[in-house]
């Protein structure tokens, strides 16, 4: 099966090369959806100054050539110069039919990285938080599309479990017993420990001196501390998995990528950047300047290697992993799913790494911004008392209202129960994935959870819908293999071309990191099947026309179901 984008682009720069000559077989076709057409190339608007002619005059010539092309029904000129592209019903049926056949729907493996994706990465011994949610469910995302094309992904999760706060948390277990530290912990009850702990420490100065001897012994290695240690960071990850395994995560403890790991590689990190000269020292600490940088004073801006008292900042941690994950691991792309406050943070750590030579032209790092949830006043989404909200009480909002607004359809409470936690939490998933990560976006949950518009619900719907009519007609839509589709309406025309792009949707979130390309496109699927449902009887339909149009239904739903996987989110059976 052929992407219509890739295949009119190879057309158009065939076309440009028979006109303009071989020196523009790689000119970019610059292929755009129309509105008057399937598509449109505006490549003679962008290489009229260049050729040195007009550009209807490019546009012409290469208009009639398209038209000569099996795949193409029509091209004409409009405008100054754009070229309107309409395919062939055939071709497209053609294609169509192709894909239904091809388990991967001709979705291409492009060459195979190693790939390194940092996300989720909550803190020890505090609560995952709703801005958790879109660390977590975005870079599980990117995993799976990675996954889905061949990349080889390593999972980071980049659990904060070391620093000068495990002094006074670790004094607290002991205060309150280990067994009673690791019923509240494994509960969920963490904000609680913590705040305990917190609270004593700026009270009672003996504790606050306990605490800070504690952190000494931790980081000299005691063993009864690091036992200690382990104990309450075990404890928190049994919470974790509890949130991951509810949302669908794939992450496991295999997958943790601790700050603890990269503690033996501080000292060396330091020393090959001083060696290199990319680190010096600047008033006691060790400072890396990266060029580009600069204070509001103008002055430069430093990246904190070593601080004057000996100790090491999250910074190093950060260019430790960067070394690690470079080297030892043999990444040739590592994605940061990480809050956009760290941007310039993660500017200035990729800017070192260039330096130190750990970053070059065949190794890339990028930053995979992360916006705010935000309420409806367009700030920082909190409780009412202003704190903070558990991820695990949103995932549970979610659950309950989901159930009641699907608790008309269904007598068994156990199946309503079961079903209420596949809508509620895909909806909680699709409103993350839907916008770009980099944009924030209003908890809504009445919009979340609406069954029409660009939401979770609207999705699954369409799929279940699907499956309701291969029930009615007792057939398997697993088992509906092959065509031929036939294009006799604009409603099967649309939908048949609409289900072509789904490598290319799931290519570009690949290349880019972005999830909510592949929503866009899995909604608009599902609004041309609507259409398609509305305008085409099914069941009732006769012969080949009846087949064609059961064929397209199972490749819609086929198409919805490993796309809507693809975002972390399943299907129930029926809505």
Same mark, same amino acid.
């Given at each position: ?15 440009? #090369? ?35 002619? &007009? ?52 979705? &291409? ?36 599309? $990675? ?26 277990? $002991? ?6 530290? =690791?019923?509240?912990? *494994? ?53 974790? =998995? ?9 992450? #496991? ?10 503690? &033996? ?9 001083? *060696? ?9 600490? $060790? ?6 940088? *600069? ?36 990444? =040739? ?68 209202? @989901? ?39 209003? $908890? ?7 069954? #029409?518009? =660009? ?22 839509? @697993? ?65 080949? #026309? ?30």
């Amino acid at each position: 099966m052929k992407d219509p984008e890739a295949t009119l682009g190879e057309l158009v720069r065939d076309a440009l #090369t028979s006109e303009l000559g071989s020196e523009y077989a790689q000119a970019d076709p610059l292929i755009r959806p129309s509105d008057f057409a399937d598509y449109q190339s505006n490549a003679a608007m962008g290489l009229s100054k260049r050729v040195g002619r &007009p550009p209807r005059d490019i546009a012409g010539p290469v208009a009639d050539r398209l038209s000569e092309a099996a795949a193409v029904a029509s091209a004409e000129v409009s405008g100054p110069g754009f070229i309107n592209i309409t395919l062939s019903d055939d071709w497209i049926a053609g294609q169509a039919s192709t894909q239904l056949e091809d388990p991967r729907f001709g979705v &291409p493996l492009p060459r195979t990285q190693r790939i390194v994706v940092d996300y989720s990465a909550p803190n020890v011994a505090r609560e995952m938080h709703v801005g958790h949610l879109r660390t977590t469910v975005v870079g599980d995302a990117v995993v799976r599309v $990675l996954e889905y094309l061949g990349h080889d992904v390593v999972r980071a999760n980049h659990i904060g479990d070391w620093g000068t706060q495990f002094g006074m948390l670790l004094e607290h277990l $002991l205060d309150v017993g280990e067994d009673s530290a =690791n019923e509240q912990l *494994a509960a969920g009850e963490i904000n609680a420990f913590y705040q305990a702990a917190n609270a004593k420490f700026k009270a009672d100065p003996s504790f606050a001196e306990r605490s800070r001897l504690r952190v000494v012994a931790l980081q000299a290695g005691d063993r009864e501390t690091l036992r200690l240690w382990t104990t309450l960071i075990s404890d928190t990850e049994k919470y974790y =998995n509890s949130i991951y395994a509810r949302l669908g995560v794939t992450l #496991t403890d295999a997958d943790l990528a601790p700050e603890s790991f990269y503690n &033996p590689m501080l000292a060396g990190v330091c020393d090959e950047l001083e *060696a290199k000269g990319v680190a010096v020292i600047s008033d006691g600490a $060790l400072c890396a300047f990266p060029p580009g940088f *600069a204070g509001r004073d103008g002055a430069p801006l430093p990246l904190i290697l070593r601080k004057s008292d000996g100790g090491y900042g999250y910074a190093t941690t950060d260019m430790a992993a960067i070394r690690y994950r470079t080297r030892d691991l043999r990444a =040739n792309r590592i994605i940061y799913v990480v809050g956009a406050e760290q941007a310039q943070h993660f500017e200035m750590v990729f800017a070192v790494a260039r330096q130190a030579g750990w970053l070059t032209g065949e190794v890339s790092a990028e930053h995979a911004t992360i916006g705010l949830v935000t309420g409806a006043d367009r700030k920082r989404f909190r409780s009412r008392s202003g704190s903070s909200v558990k991820l695990a009480d949103l995932i549970s909002e979610a659950v309950e209202r @989901a159930e009641e607004v699907i608790k008309d359809r269904y007598d068994d409470p156990e199946q309503r129960r079961q079903i209420a936690e596949e809508v509620g939490i895909g909806a909680l998933k699709y409103a993350d994935l839907s916008v770009a990560r980099d944009s924030g976006y209003v $908890l809504d949950f009445d919009r979340m959870l609406a069954l #029409t518009g =660009n939401t979770g619900p609207y999705l699954q719907y369409a799929a279940a819908r699907i499956r309701s009519i291969f029930a009615r007609a007792e057939l398997d839509p @697993a088992q509906v293999s092959s065509g031929p589709i036939l294009l006799g309406t604009a409603a099967e025309r649309a939908l048949a071309l609409q289900l072509l792009g789904f490598g290319r949707a799931v290519t570009d979130v690949a290349l880019t990191a972005e999830p909510h390309k592949l929503s866009v496109y899995l909604f608009e699927t599902a609004s041309a099947f609507t259409t398609f449902y509305e305008q085409c009887p099914v069941l009732n339909a006769p012969g080949e #026309t009846r087949q064609s149009r059961l064929a397209l239904a199972a490749l819609t739903l086929r198409v919805l179901v490993t796309g809507l996987g693809l975002l972390g989110i399943s299907v129930p059976p029926r809505m």
